[in-house]
């Protein structure tokens, strides 16, 4: 396949920006990139005003979340404490969705994350699910999208917040937690060069055991596998691991043996600069998400860890699955907490979406073009109004390109999203599909009082 522009590996972490390459596939492979189209290739795609790069590599995501939590965590006001979100209203719904839409409901809701995945050029994601919703390895492969899976596994989850908006833990059964965890990844897990591979998922450090840590530790080695896991997330975390073990949540995962190249750690918004020291020396990724915390007033700055040397990768977490967007938020935050125009380049922020969370899954092949990498790949047309004049390809992608712009997607040598729209479903009927299980889940969540109940009419 040819392109306008191709965006392969260069010098120092930079990209090489080659005009009118061919990119050769055989198979799921690149076999060869070419600066002239030889005349010999059997099938050939064109881009004439295309940008070529590697897919996307999302490095935290909430599939179910995204479409149940949708208008739900905007605008909520001063009065919402946003350390409270996640204990107080994003657990108890996940919860609820679990008890109460059947296998197809939960199903149309995971197609409808794959198919804004898809779309914004997200290739390869690594999602936490409950265990109990392991359709989704099912859906995501026959739609076509790469999936590392960590399934969730907890000590004690929390069960909503008291009347003081502490977080209510209940002791669970975590042997069983790890046991249904482990039975997920018999199941479904490809390999380590499979189309799907599972990890493990323990939740946070405040709602897993320091002994339930060190045990994933040893699964994660044993089958040669990768962990994530919330860390210092919220105020309400780091206070209770203090309490509990006196020692912060990057220091217990230390101490856990958890930390390292095989963990990727979601968030770290209140690491302190001890921590990132560790983060650093143990080869732990983190995963970088601000928007889900800009939407709190919350800033978290890419360049924080970045400029720190620990390796960061970026993730959407649970309400919008636009890379895009979430690469912006992550230049835009870096520059305005640092104070400084040039944090958080374009350049940067590329190579941390693609090969940088390639490497964070010991995946390699992944997240580069170039010959014996695997064959996942993005197109973004540059020829619409707002990513025209073209003088710098590569900033037009990372500041100005939207999901509406890609076009062509390849996952493993297959096409899976041409001329915008996925291949591989009726995107019109999941849409309807996932929109009524949502709307039935939110009736049940009023009712439950997980919810408030909507105004029903016009707001002036």
């Known amino acids: 396949m040819s392109a306008r522009w191709t965006l392969l590996p260069g010098s120092a972490g930079a990209f090489e920006i080659v005009e009118n390459a061919t990119v050769v596939l055989q198979g799921s492979r690149i076999i060869d990139v070419l600066r002239d189209r030889p005349p010999e290739i059997i099938r050939h795609i064109e881009a004439p005003q295309g940008i070529l790069f590697p897919g996307f590599v999302n490095l935290h995501n909430h599939s179910l979340n995204g479409p149940i939590f949708r208008g739900i965590v905007d605008d909520l006001g001063p009065e919402t404490e946003a350390d409270g979100l996640v204990h107080g209203l994003l657990?108890?719904?996940?919860?609820?969705?679990?008890?109460?839409?059947?296998?197809?409901?939960?199903?149309?809701?995971?197609?409808?994350?794959?198919?804004?995945?898809?779309?914004?050029?997200?290739?390869?994601?690594?999602?936490?699910?409950?265990a109990v919703h392991s359709a989704f390895f099912a859906v995501a492969k026959q739609m076509g999208l790469r999936v590392?899976?960590?399934?969730?596994?907890?000590?004690?989850?929390?069960?909503?917040?008291?009347?003081?908006?502490?977080?209510?833990?209940?002791?669970?059964?975590?042997?069983?937690?790890?046991?249904?965890?482990?039975?997920?990844?018999?199941?479904?897990?490809?390999?380590?060069?499979?189309?799907?591979?599972?990890?493990?998922?323990?939740h946070a450090t405040d709602t897993c055991s320091p002994g339930l840590l060190r045990r994933i530790a040893h699964e994660v080695r044993e089958r040669s596998?990768?962990?994530?896991?919330?860390?210092?997330?919220?105020?309400?975390?780091?206070?209770?691991?203090?309490?509990r073990h006196g020692v912060t949540p990057v220091e217990l995962l230390h101490r856990a043996g958890l930390l390292g190249p095989s963990l990727i750690a979601a968030h770290c918004v209140y690491?302190?600069?001890?921590?990132?020291?560790?983060?650093?020396?143990?080869?732990?990724?983190?995963?970088?998400?601000?928007?889900?915390?800009?939407?709190?007033?919350?800033?978290?700055?890419?360049?924080?860890?970045h400029r720190h040397g620990v390796r960061t990768g970026i993730g959407?977490?649970?309400?919008?699955f636009d890379h895009f967007a979430e690469m912006r938020a992550a230049g835009f935050v870096s520059k305005l907490s640092r104070g400084d125009p040039g944090a958080g380049d374009a350049a940067t922020l590329l190579r941390a979406a693609t090969e940088t969370g390639a490497a964070a899954l010991s995946r390699p092949d992944l997240g580069r073009i170039e010959p014996g990498a695997t064959a996942d790949l993005?197109?973004?047309?540059?020829?619409?109004?707002?990513?025209?004049?073209?003088?710098?390809?590569?900033?037009?992608?990372?500041?100005n390109a939207t999901p509406?712009?890609?076009?062509?997607?390849?996952?493993?040598?297959?096409?899976?999203?041409?001329?915008?729209?996925?291949?591989?479903?009726?995107?019109?009927?999941?849409?309807?599909?996932?929109?009524?299980?949502?709307?039935?889940?939110?009736?049940?969540?009023?009712?439950?009082?997980i919810l408030p109940g909507r105004e029903r009419?016009?707001?002036s």
């Open 91 to 130: 657990l108890p719904l996940g919860d609820l969705a679990g008890r109460m839409l059947a296998e197809d409901e939960i199903r149309a809701v995971y197609q409808l994350a794959v198919v804004e995945l898809l779309r914004s050029g997200t290739t390869a994601v690594l999602d936490m699910p409950r």
């Open 148 to 202: 590392f899976g960590a399934p969730y596994i907890f000590s004690t989850p929390t069960r909503g917040v008291d009347a003081l908006g502490d977080p209510i833990y209940e002791a669970i059964d975590e042997d069983r937690s790890l046991r249904d965890a482990l039975k997920v990844a018999d199941e479904y897990d490809d390999g380590p060069g499979g189309l799907v591979r599972i990890g493990f998922g323990p």
């Open 225 to 243: 596998t990768f962990a994530s896991i919330h860390v210092a997330q919220s105020r309400m975390e780091v206070d209770v691991v203090g309490r």
């Open 271 to 305: 690491a302190k600069a001890g921590d990132l020291d560790l983060l650093r020396e143990s080869g732990t990724t983190v995963a970088n998400c601000p928007l889900t915390f800009a939407r709190s007033g919350v800033t978290v700055s890419f360049d924080r860890f």
């Open 316 to 320: 959407t977490d649970a309400y919008s």
């Open 378 to 399: 993005v197109v973004v047309d540059l020829d619409a109004a707002p990513l025209q004049p073209v003088r710098d390809p590569l900033r037009n992608l990372v500041w």
């Open 404 to 449: 509406a712009d890609v076009s062509l997607v390849i996952v493993n040598g297959d096409v899976v999203v041409r001329d915008g729209r996925p291949v591989r479903c009726d995107e019109a009927g999941v849409i309807r599909s996932a929109a009524a299980a949502v709307e039935k889940l939110w009736e049940v969540a009023e009712r439950e009082g």
């Open 457 to 459: 009419g016009g707001r």
